[in-house]
Structure formats: C-alpha cells, structure tokens
C-alpha cells in the first residue's frame, strides 16, 4: 500500500470544517508564529544548541534592573549588560562577578537564601552563533518559566510570556550576532491574585527557569508544527494537519509512516497550512500496547521524525472506552517534584522513578497535577503506557470575572494542548481544579471547554469538582460544570477533612449526569515511619484506614470509570507549617519524599490489581 486515500467527501468535508475554524483570525504565518495554538513542534528532532548549565544571576526584589527610582522602565536596565569602561564609572551591577544558578532548576532549592524567595531574578548566558551559508530561522525555545519572563537578547527586548508551566519559542533571527550573543531573562514568580493559579495554591511556588532552553534552527522555509492522529469518528481514518512557515501556497510537505507503508503529500494553503487524512489501520496504542510509530515528516529541506501513537477516546454513558473498549482508569496525582533531591523535576531519570513507582503501584493512568508538566514527563508515560490527565492551574479562586484572568488561562490552555496534541497517552484536558460555585466560574469554564473542544476532537474534557449536595443520605454530583465536560473529576476527602475513617465505607455518591467520574483525588497524611492506632493522624496507621475505607466506599459507586487518589510522593506546599511533621511537605503521598513507601501504598496497589481491566 503506497498511498491509501480514502476519498470519502463527508469526511473531508467535516475535517476542513474544523481546520477552517483552528485557522480562523490567521491572516498570515506571522501571526500564526505568535499564536498559542500552534508550538514549534518537537525540538529534539531539530538542529539545536543546548543552551542549559550554569547562568549568572542577579536577585532583584525591588526591580531595580527595570526600574529607576520613579518607578519608570529604565532604558538601560541591567538587560543592557553593561561594564565599567573607565575607574570612575558608576555601573552597580555586573553579571559576571555574581553568582550562579543551574538551568534548568527552580532558584529555591539552589540556594539556602533563595528557599521561600517571591520575586525578580535576572538570569545570563553567552552562547556562540555561526550562521550558515543558506538563510535560516533561528529560535530560542523555553521549556517552562516560572511564572512571568522578559527576554533580552544582546540588550534587546525579543519576547515575554506569562505562566510557569507551558512551553514557547521566539523568532530570533535578526537578533543574533555572529559570534558571541549575550541572553538575559527577567524572571518574576511574584504570586498574582489576578495569574493562572492565583495566590492562593497548595503547591510551592518554585522560581525560575525549570525546564529546559535551546537555540534551535530551521530552514528558512520550514515545518513549524503538526497534528496527527486517528479520526475521533472514523477509526480507520488518520487525520491532521500541518503548518509551514515562509512557504508559499501549494508547497508540499511528504509524510510517512514506513511501517504502516503510508506515503502521502500534504499540500498547504497561502497560510502555511496544509490539512490531510487517509485511511490507516495501525496497532492501535494502550496501557498493554504502548505502540509508537516513526512518523516522518519530510520537505527538501528538512526531516522532522516523531513517534507517534494512535487511539481513541470516547465515552458511552458513565464509561470511558480506549479504542472501543471500556477501561477503568487506575491512576495516581502526581506533582511535578523530584524525588529524593527535593525541588522540580529536571531530569529524565527523575521522571523514570516517578513513573516506575506509578507503574509498580498498577497504574494505567497518572493525573499529572495542577500543571501542564514537562514534555519530558508527558512522553515517558506515553512509553510506560500510562494514559495522561493534563491540566492548567486554574485552581481554587483565580478572578473568574477578571478579562485578563480568563485571557491568560485561555493561553495556557492552547499552549498546553498545543505541544503535547500528537501524544496518545494524553487522553483527558483538565480545565480546573476545585472551583467554587458561580455565574462568573461557570461562564469562564465553559468557554475553556469549547476553546479545547474546537482545538482538539480526539481527546476528553474533564475537570476536578470539590462541591456536591448532600441529599437523601447521598453526595449528589451535581455541579452545572459537568454538564459541559465529558468526564467528571471529584476531590472528595472522607476520613481526612471530614468524617472519620470508618464513616467512609458507607458514603453513597450520586450523579445527575449519566457521565463517568474519576475521583481524581482522595487520601489523607502519614508522615513515614510513624506508627500508631487507626485514629491517630499522621501515622501511616490512620492513612492506611483512609484508605481501606474509601476503597470500599468506591467499589459501590456504579458509574466510577477511575481514580487518582491524592497523591504519589510527599510534595512541598507553603501550606503546610506542622513542623515535627510536615516541615512544609503536604504528606498525602504514598511515598516519602526520600523514596520510601508508606503501607498505603500496597493497600492501593492491592485494590488496583483486582480491577481487571
Ligand atoms: C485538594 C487540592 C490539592 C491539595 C489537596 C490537599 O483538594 O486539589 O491541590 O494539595 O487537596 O492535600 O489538601
């Protein structure tokens, strides 16, 4: 099979639709650059610089490198690098003679003094550039910031971004010198009460630049990003699309995935844009059959390879069905916190031992939490086989009647589903997370769904609830929100923030939803290593009991499709001060901090082995 059209025109029809409303407001493939919807896509298989290591730094809490004393932007802010040049000038700052701080890393556990620092730090690199004999594009590529950057470089302002979780890229071309380039970020993780989370979290506030940057070049005309993946409707049909940059209308992009021996071209419009479908029948992807496939995609130019998986996603009544069959999502919350070092995750390794835990817990399923984590993370469960909730940090009591709330959470959300679209294992969107009740939440909620509905059909659309009616003896899932999401996410924490543990077993849910629900989080704190009776808090005794309780409690709920109780490992929180205890850890997890597991842990794993599928 060379080439396997399948001609059928409702189909098409029906796909150019949705490509007509993804590509509506691009007037050009300028702005489609800058729009969040698109990333440029996959920079490990790109020509690219690795710009991580040690940067200099400079810890500003008034600013002072931005502003001068009538709090005005200065026009020679320490983005400008500047050096004495004769002994009587007054320069009172220098990179160079400051300290240092690794990238990728959160600031707070870097340096003692910079534990619970909130606020502006300057980072600085030096890189070398040659530019090549053809015209190129070049691109500064940021894994994550957090939470607020302004990014210099050679003392000229390149781009800013907002939200500490989400990937982005700059077009930095005409910026670079021949030779040396001098790269400087204002980073701010200030809390907001207007920012996507707001001040109020129950997860530290890690700083700085936590993910990973390269300068990654292109072709002058190049493949800028791609979507592809089996047709939510037809399950014989693989869809997408495909955005080039500089190219001009009719210019062709070859895609192949040798081993299912599809060849075809995708031909793009006056935008850069090209859409495609054909009909493919692949091994499909699941937690049994983590399948991958080479897929390339190929102009004169460049080759751009990914591993790509198929599967479908759908709902039918309170079940959720993986390529047609119903599967219960055997999950587990997990932060985006290193294991044994403390602080962010930053490397590969970190990731493998968080996901080989989940995995050893008998997880298909992780709810990756509160944040879009890193794609190093997203595409390791992928391989384990582990199917991915992904969410953005609205959470708790962000400004839902605020404009530039909404605005802001609404980029998040596009960047989100915009780097991690081609990964099968991703199979839910999470748009929030305990929201309170109202007119203003609801209105700002739902357009989130339709904005991740309208980007991408081959995923559900899920949030995590925290308010139900007690009503005849029973919690009743009710929240107006789940009329517009496809599965329902329920926080519920009987035996810790209410009730005692044995009242768990007899707790009868509800819904006035004929949908499936996850409860995305249950549990209760144990600090490792203390024992004690059933009803004494923070011995693993009483988390234990949480936890056999609530077992029970949920094997009487009909229309359960899955659970992610709260949470893998202990992770630090600003809300948590019980010193002989806590010592700033929330301890929900199953597993210390430093890698031990609490008995809950095989209290879990043993009720997970007896769901069979
Ligand atoms: C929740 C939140 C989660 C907290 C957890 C707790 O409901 O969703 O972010 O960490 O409770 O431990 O209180």
């Known amino acids: ?208 630049i936590t993910r990973s940057v390269h300068l990654v070049s292109t072709p002058k005309k190049h493949i800028y990003d791609y979507f592809i993946q089996l047709d939510a409707e037809q399950k014989d049909l ?103 070092k403390t602080g962010r995750v930053t490397s590969i390794e970190e990731v493998r031992v968080l996901l080989k835990w989940a995995k050893e817990l008998g997880c298909n399923f992780v709810r990756l939490a509160h944040y879009p984590h890193s794609e190093l993370m997203v595409r390791e469960a992928e391989k384990l086989g582990l199917m991915v909730w992904s969410e953005i940090p609205v959470y708790w009591t962000v400004l839902f009647e605020h404009e530039e709330t909404y605005q802001n959470a609404e980029n998040q959300l596009k960047e989100m589903i915009a780097r991690d679209k081609n990964r099968a294992g991703v199979v839910l969107w999470s748009i929030a997370n305990e929201t309170p009740l109202s007119e203003p939440r609801l209105t700002f909620l739902r357009k989130l769904a339709a904005i991740a509905r309208s980007l991408d059909q081959t995923r559900l659309i899920t949030a995590a609830l925290d308010t139900q009616t007690r009503r005849a003896g029973e919690n009743i899932i009710d929240d107006p929100l789940g009329e517009y999401v496809d599965v329902i996410g329920v926080n519920s924490y009987c035996g810790w923030y209410g009730g005692t543990p044995r009242s768990c077993k007899n707790l009868k849910w509800g819904s006035e939803y004929d949908k499936p629900v996850i409860f995305s989080e249950f549990g209760g704190g144990a600090l490792q290593g203390l024992h004690g009776e059933d009803n004494e808090r923070w011995t693993e005794e009483y988390q234990s009991a949480v936890y056999r309780n609530n077992i029970e409690m949920l094997k009487n709920i009909e229309f359960l499709a899955g659970t992610s109780p709260w949470i893998l490992m202990d992770f630090r929180s600003h809300r948590r001060h019980l010193k002989r205890i806590q010592a700033d850890f929330n301890r929900k997890g199953l597993i210390s901090e430093q890698g031990v597991k609490k008995e809950s842990f095989y209290i879990m794993q043993e009720y997970y082995n007896s769901i069979e599928y």
């Open 1 to 208: 099979m060379k080439q396997s059209y399948r001609r059928d025109s409702i189909i098409k029809t029906i796909f150019f639709i949705h490509l007509l409303i993804l590509v509506s407001g691009i007037n050009s493939s300028a702005q489609a650059q800058s729009d969040a919807r698109f990333q440029l896509q996959n920079i490990d298989s790109r020509q690219s610089d690795n710009l991580d290591g040690l940067w200099s730094i400079i810890v500003d809490p008034l600013e002072n490198g931005y502003y001068n004393h009538r709090w005005l932007p200065k026009e020679d802010g320490y983005f400008k690098n500047k050096k004495m040049e004769t002994p009587s000038d007054l320069i009172e700052y220098d990179f160079d003679t400051d300290e240092l701080l690794m990238v990728p890393g959160d600031w707070n556990t870097q340096a003692e003094k910079l534990y619970y620092y909130e606020g502006t730090m300057w980072y600085k690199t030096e890189f070398e550039f040659t530019p090549s004999e053809e015209e190129r594009e070049e691109y500064l590529h940021f894994g994550a910031i957090n939470y607020e950057a302004l990014i210099y470089l050679n003392g000229e302002k390149v781009g800013e971004h907002i939200g500490g979780y989400t990937s982005f890229s700059l077009n930095v071309t005409d910026f670079l010198n021949e030779g040396n380039n001098v790269l400087i970020l204002k980073v701010d993780n200030k809390r907001k009460r207007e920012g996507v989370p707001t001040i109020n979290t129950d997860w530290w506030n890690y700083g700085g």
């Open 238 to 340: 693989m869809s997408g699309w495909v955005l080039m940059k500089n190219s001009e209308r009719g210019d062709q992009v070859q895609l192949e995935i040798p081993e299912l021996e599809v060849q075809t071209m995708v031909e793009v419009n006056e935008d850069g844009l090209g859409a495609f479908s054909f009909s493919a029948n692949p091994d499909v992807w699941s937690p049994t059959n983590p399948k991958l496939y080479e897929v390339l995609l190929k102009t004169d130019k460049e080759v751009i390879s990914d591993e790509i998986g198929f599967r479908t996603i759908e709902t039918q009544g309170s079940k959720i069905l993986l390529n047609g069959e119903a599967i219960f999502l055997k999950g587990i919350s997990i932060h985006e916190e290193a294991p044994f």
